[in-house]
């Protein structure tokens, strides 16, 4: 248990989030969540070069969060970095950025750390001790964790992510069946070996914002508490990729549930997950709130367990 206020800040490939954790308790870290759509990998160079309108988002971003972090009172601010920025040779300009905003020194989290800190989070809402499957796609990078009650037992982190292969396959509004094809084609090259690696099937829990937004979408609004928990079929998150894939992006803008920023990634995650759950026979998806932003809490903050 603790009572300390730590800021834990998110620089993702397509979102910046801030946790605003004023404790931990029984259930874990509770806190305020504030997601931002900053799009940091959009129009990045071919060498993954985070471009200046990219960095101008986040400064404005980490400009309000900043006030906010002063506003709320820290003992300390945690600052990460994923897929987008560990890909970009000019990442010291994010470091800048947070330095200057925030006060701190930013963590690049490589791919297999990222994975095991989301898989602390999203373990959070797991009851027993089973062996479970963590999905975390993110723009940039998708994590897939397998472990049990003692913590990961093998992670592995690909390159594909919503940004990433909307960038890369899906270049008509709205894509074509053929760029889906050839998007879900490259997904199944990835995930098949991996799911071997990782051994036999265990149930899934999706975590973070493609998964969280195809749980609302499917109640028809954002709600965390009733996001939190969503069981969504194979064969339901299938059939929302494919509505979302055959809206242009100005309608799929107004899709109740999604927000109107994430509308351009977010047929590429959802066929990401369709793909994965497919690959790996899995019948059903549990979608949760919990996790990086959680894992960072628990892992990296100065009251961390040692080890």
Partial sequence: MSDRHVAV?????????????????????????????????????????IAADALGRLD???????????????????????????????????????????????????????????????????????????????????????????????????????????ETFLHDDPPTPAQMTALRDEVAGLVIPTLAALGGPAPIIGVAGTMTTLAAVAHGEYDAEQVHGTIMSATDVDEIAQRLAALPLAERRGVPGLHPDRAPSIVAGALIASTVLAAAGAESVAISERDLLDGVRLRLAADAPAG
Avoid at 64 to 79: K, L, N, Q
């Fill in 9 to 49: 800040v998110d620089v993702g490939s397509n979102s910046t989030r801030l946790f605003l954790c004023d404790g931990i308790d029984a259930a874990g870290p509770r806190g305020a969540r504030i997601t931002t759509i900053t799009a940091l990998r959009r129009g990045a160079g071919s060498d993954g070069s």
């Fill in 60 to 166: 404005d971003c980490l400009t309000r969060y900043g006030a906010t972090i002063d506003a709320f009172g820290v003992d300390e601010v945690i600052a990460v970095g994923t897929s987008a920025v560990r890909d970009a040779p000019n990442r010291d300009r994010v470091s800048d950025i947070i330095r200057e905003r925030l006060g701190t020194e930013l963590i690049v989290l490589q791919g297999a750390h990222e994975a095991e800190l989301s898989y602390a989070g999203a373990r959070l809402a797991v009851e027993g001790d089973g062996t479970v499957l963590v999905m975390d796609i993110g723009g940039g990078s998708t994590e897939l964790v397998r472990g049990d009650a003692t913590g990961p037992k093998m992670a592995v982190s690909l390159d594909m992510g919503g940004v990433r292969f909307t």
